[in-house]
């Protein structure tokens, strides 16, 4: 079992910065898969970046250019920096351990999932 804490959301205007933090406890692996994905209501959730091995990363087109994950495997923790936030992005935001299938991108691929953040952007 891996159990995941996400933190680090709130209410924020466009154009602020948040950082979001995903701790992992329990049976964790510091190369294993994580990724970020956020739901805004009547929404799917959406795919936003994920992390595995040392740093391989990909992301979604709709954020790479304004969001960067990164881990910290000292600390089974993995962040979601996010940049020029829009009215837009504003969702639950969820991170997500364990691939049973190598889809990174997929959220039915995950295993685990943490309880979500709430991130507001106000224009």
């Known amino acids: 079992q891996v159990q995941l804490a996400e933190s680090g959301g709130g209410s924020v205007q466009a154009g602020d910065s948040l950082r979001l933090t995903c701790v992992a406890s329990g049976r964790t692996s510091n190369s294993a898969p994580m990724g970020w994905f956020r739901q805004a209501p009547g929404k799917e959730r959406e795919f936003l970046a994920a992390i595995w091995s040392v740093s391989r990363t990909i992301y979604a087109d709709s954020v790479k250019d304004r969001f960067i994950i990164s881990r910290d495997n000292a600390k089974n923790t993995v962040y979601l920096q996010m940049n020029s936030l829009k009215p837009e992005d504003t969702a639950v935001y969820y991170c997500?351990?364990?691939?049973?299938?190598?889809?990174?991108?997929?959220?039915?691929?995950?295993?685990?999932w943490g309880q979500g953040t709430q991130v507001t952007i106000s224009s």
């Open positions: 997500a351990a364990e691939l049973g299938i190598w889809r990174p991108s997929s959220p039915s691929a995950y295993r685990y």
